[in-house]
């Protein structure tokens, strides 16, 4: 399916977060230039800065009796008080709300010509390199790509007059928050920072080192100042490397070098393209060639939801790293992001990394993994300090360390005790697709058993006291803190689940003590309206009424992977029909705009339903407002640089074409009346399917299916319609069927030469 991905804009620039983006997961470069300078923010996935010393989780198991005593009558904001108070006690650094080391940028390279130009630049970018470039009005370009293979941002500079004026390598143009020393060099062939942080809190980064490696050929440079004068120069070849210390002590420093433009963006290509090439989307015809601007402008068509997957993907397969992305990816030109960047846990992380094994990229998914297990120590002292018990108890926000120590009377973080059990249903679902029997038994039953290991303990008589459902307060109640949270008791059942499969896959006993456990867990409840209630429990005398003028939607998690299967029963099911469409009542309106990521979730759960036109819904509403003109996504509409639903969107998009549980494909199981026609090429189910191809018009689809083993697997169609398909890692099982059943439902099915 041959269709380019190069998009351009024209939309000015006014600060780093207008920037196109371009990433090899450990680097990032933002690209932000104007007619008066050119302007790059280099960036590293490890540059988070020493703002504050990571205290240990409050030792609260202390009070907790008096804590569930509280919530059991009904008190929740006292609860919160309570916990805020005790902590406060314990170490005077809880007085205030303690926030994570944010990522933050490296330095900004920039050019500032002699004689500057006037007029609009035009900006391109394409997802399928990883190119960025732009073109100034007086006819000055760039190109910019990071590389993965050579650990480099790598820049062309040209201009038919000659390049003239002054290269600099320095911070970011704000104060820096904490003590810091920095020494910078300049030769004819290179510009180099060393940044410390002297009065760093114990174990936290030293400092780094950026080197640019500089090229010039034609006319004349000399060092002024520290920095690089450029007198017609002709063509300039850039080369930038950062290397961070570990908490141990300075790294060697890096040393960049200057090869071939075209030769080292090959390279590049070969590797970044391979990710991007896996999985391909057209949706409706051709999108027009028109700045992303206007783009927008034209409303959630079939061809921008094609073009948003694209650059949804494109912006997260450039942030995963050895670490996953954060809120901003690999990205930052501040040294104050929003909510300090970092992994926030309760939502984002998860919506970031939600596409990645549909969209055939799993091993993207493993820095996942890398950063929990890496945090280990902290997420057993939590689940010990916070509620004597054992396990793994994950926090709402991280970065350095994995130390739950963010709370507060209103935000009661520390209430939230799912985090593990969500992350463990990624490591379900990394075998899931992938079959990988190694990875199981390694990796993914010990996290699953230290996840419900901590539940084992925590659950009482009554449920989960205390519980949170991020980061929504019960109409009648007077805090977050609550008891029974709906999202609480959905992810504890389906780790459970998980890991009684687990269990009988690798041949090993106990599966009955996590069956126990899963028996031990309060049901669901439906809310006076009929809806899914958000809390399936009562605290006391407060009922814990539904709010549903609220970003999260942590209620429907039951729905967003392999949906519970209690809600195969009408009831249930017509239940969460009503959950979604009350809360997407909300998002309607214009004040609803913060938070794209609650979409996400609206989206998964309306998928999974089988509602196309509402999942369809909450498509076209993360497409009309949480964009910028250079296809990066922001958190609010128009506000705020943030890559969640760049992996969010494309996850909602592929669970509309394909649904996936262990023993079921269900193909186009959301498929909208707005999308008459399409094809899209590499996506991945559980069970280890691959649907290699997958195309519609006119009312008729046709869809090739193999698996990575050999299997049978049910295979539903629209309408209802169910066959058993064998398919294998060979040859291709074909099927032909109606894409909107009701004019009528016939399948059929061979095998493909």
């Not at 977060?17 to 790059?40: K, M, N, P, Q």
């Not at 993907?313 to 996953?324: D, F, I, K, N």
């Amino acid at each position: 399916m041959a269709r380019t991905r190069r998009f351009h804009t024209f939309h000015p620039v006014a600060d780093w977060e207008d920037a196109l983006v371009t990433g090899s997961g450990t680097l990032g470069a933002l690209v932000h230039s104007t007619a008066e300078r050119i302007s790059l923010t280099l960036c590293h996935e490890r540059l988070f800065l020493p703002a504050a010393e990571p205290l240990p989780a409050p030792r609260t198991a202390r009070i907790l009796t008096e804590l569930r005593s509280l919530l059991r009558s009904g008190r929740s904001r006292d609860a919160a008080v309570r916990i805020a108070e005790f902590a406060a006690a314990e170490h005077p650094g809880y007085a205030d709300t303690r926030w994570i080391d944010p990522l933050v940028g490296a330095a900004v390279l920039s050019l500032e010509p002699d004689e500057p130009g006037t007029g609009p630049v035009l900006r391109t970018c394409d997802p399928g390199s990883g190119l960025v470039g732009e073109h100034l009005p007086d006819g000055t370009a760039h190109r910019v790509f990071a590389s993965r293979p050579d650990d480099a941002v790598v820049a062309e500079l040209r201009s038919p007059r000659g390049l003239s004026g002054r290269l600099r390598l320095g911070l970011l143009p704000e104060p820096v928050p904490v003590p810091v020393r920095v020494r910078a060099r300049a030769d004819r062939d290179r510009l180099s920072l060393r940044v410390d942080f002297p009065a760093r809190p114990a174990g936290s980064l030293p400092g780094y080192t950026v080197d640019c490696a500089v090229s010039a050929r034609g006319g004349a440079v000399r060092c002024e100042d520290g920095e690089l004068v450029l007198s017609d120069v002709a063509l300039l070849r850039l080369a930038v490397r950062i290397g961070t210390d570990r908490p141990g002590g300075p790294a060697a420093a890096p040393r960049a070098r200057v090869t071939g433009f075209d030769g080292a963006l090959r390279r590049h290509r070969r590797v970044h393209g391979e990710l991007m090439d896996r999985f391909r989307l057209r949706l409706g015809g051709p999108a027009p060639d028109a700045p992303g601007e206007e783009l927008l402008a034209g409303g959630p068509t079939p061809e921008l939801v094609s073009r948003l997957v694209d650059a949804g993907r494109y912006v997260t397969v450039s942030a995963c790293g050895e670490l996953p992305p954060t809120l901003q990816g690999v990205w930052s030109g501040t040294y104050d992001p929003p909510w300090r960047s970092g992994y926030t846990f309760d939502g984002n992380l998860f919506s970031a990394v939600a596409a990645l094994h549909t969209t055939g990229t799993p091993e993207l998914m493993v820095p996942v993994f890398d950063l929990l297990e890496g945090m280990a120590g902290d997420l057993r002292e939590n689940a010990r300090r916070l509620y004597g018990c054992r396990g793994l108890l994950l926090p709402a926000h991280a970065s350095t360390s994995g130390r739950h120590h963010h709370f507060g009377p209103e935000w009661c973080l520390t209430c939230w005790t799912a985090g593990a059990a969500w992350a463990a249903r990624l490591y379900w679902d990394h075998y899931s697709h992938t079959r990988d029997r190694d990875f199981l038994r390694r990796r993914a039953w010990p996290f699953l058993r230290e996840a419900a290991l901590f539940h084992e303990d925590f659950v009482t008589e009554e449920g989960f006291v205390p519980s949170y459902s991020p980061e929504n307060t019960p109409a009648d109640g007077d805090g977050q803190a609550a008891v029974n949270a709906t999202m609480d008791v959905a992810a504890v059942r389906d780790l459970c689940r998980n890991l009684v499969r687990t269990h009988r896959i690798l041949g090993e006993p106990g599966a009955r003590r996590w069956a126990a456990l899963a028996a031990r867990l309060p049901g669901y409840r439906i809310a006076p309206g009929g809806e899914l209630a958000e809390w399936a429990g009562p605290a006391g005398p407060v009922a814990q009424e539904e709010r549903h003028a609220h970003r999260h939607a942590s209620h429907l998690y039951p729905l967003w992977y392999e949906p519970d299967p209690v809600f195969a029963a009408p009831r249930w099911r017509a239940a969460a029909v009503r959950a979604v469409r009350a809360r997407l009542a909300w998002w309607r309106g214009q004040e609803a705009d913060e938070m794209a990521f609650g979409l996400v979730q609206l989206g998964l759960a309306a998928a999974r339903l089988g509602l196309a036109e509402e999942a369809h819904e909450t498509v076209s509403l993360l497409a009309a407002r949480y964009w910028r003109p250079t296809l990066v996504p922001t958190h609010n509409r128009g506000a705020l640089f943030n890559t969640d639903i760049g992996g969010g969107f494309p996850a909602v998009v592929a669970a509309m074409l394909l649904g996936s549980t262990e023993g079921r494909t269900d193909l186009l199981p959301a498929l909208p009346r707005a999308w008459p026609e399409g094809r899209v090429e590499g996506l991945r189910g559980r069970g280890g399917v691959v649907v290699d191809r997958l195309e519609w018009s006119g009312g008729q689809a046709e869809a090739e299916l193999r698996s990575v083993e050999p299997r049978t697997v049910l295979v539903g169609l629209p309408g209802g319609t169910r066959c058993r398909v064998a398919v294998n890692p060979g040859k291709a099982a074909v099927l032909r069927f109606r894409a909107f059943p009701e004019r009528s439902c016939r399948s059929a099915s061979k095998n493909s030469d």
